[in-house]
């Protein structure tokens, strides 16, 4: 039962152009997301989070949407950059057992071609 | 945020052995937590250890396959026991941190079992 589910392994954007990971759940309970960034043989790299009360939370060229009724999230980055190029995960979890019980997706894979 | 550093990196072990895996946080923190990734899949939580009591181990992951230690508040092991090709993963430790209790991941350690 994937309860977080990102349903493209793979992306490719141009760079300067703008990069959207999408990422569904199921789980009603979630109420807090986050976005994980990963480099080969590097462990994931906190990017963004958003909790349920809000719809955006945006942090310099990332921005997070929320949308609660359709259960989706989805991550914008603009300008995407060589740099972007790297494994994207997306995990939910509830504020009240907030990192003890994150629930990861499946990872889409991000290259920005120069 | 916190530094995270794993031992060993990666490794190539042998069916039927155990390997443990050291995790050092640079600060004290309460909640430390060991994932598995294996190939193309996201990450899995295997257990929460916090210092001074027993893991709690998920849904499908058991003391005697992975042994996992908390002798204080900078440090946590995790053994993979009587390992199976099955067992090849990437394994890594995260810690809790920060108001919004995400979590921050060591880089992990790249097990090959042959």
């Known amino acids: 039962d994937q309860q977080v589910k990102q349903n493209s392994p793979s992306l490719s954007v141009q760079e300067g152009r703008i990069s959207i990971l999408n990422c569904d759940y199921t789980n009603s309970m979630f109420d807090y997301f986050l976005w994980y960034k990963k480099y080969p043989a590097e462990g994931p790299t906190f990017l963004i989070s958003?909790?349920?009360?809000?719809d955006k939370n945006e942090d310099g060229r990332f921005t997070v949407f929320l949308n609660k009724s359709a259960k989706h999230l989805s991550l914008h980055i603009v300008p995407s950059q060589p740099g972007d190029s790297a494994v994207y995960f997306c995990a939910a979890s509830d504020l009240i057992q907030g990192a003890q019980k994150l629930v990861f997706g499946q990872g889409t894979r991000l290259t920005i071609n120069p | 945020s916190a530094v995270i550093s794993q031992k060993p990196s990666r490794d190539i072990c042998q069916r039927g052995t155990s390997l443990t895996i050291q995790c050092q946080v640079d600060s004290q923190v309460t909640m430390m937590f060991w994932y598995r990734q294996q190939p193309g899949q996201s990450l899995t939580l295997i257990a929460t250890?916090?210092?001074?009591?027993?893991?709690?181990?998920e849904s499908g992951f058991v003391i005697d396959k992975f042994p996992i230690s908390r002798p204080n508040l900078t440090f946590s092991t995790l053994t993979v026991s009587n390992m199976s090709p099955e067992d090849s993963s990437i394994y890594l430790c995260s810690v809790e941190e920060g108001t919004n209790t995400e979590a921050f991941f060591g880089q992990g350690t790249r097990l090959t079992v042959v």
């Open positions: 250890a916090n210092q001074g009591s027993e893991a709690t181990y």
């Open positions: 958003i909790s349920s009360i809000k």
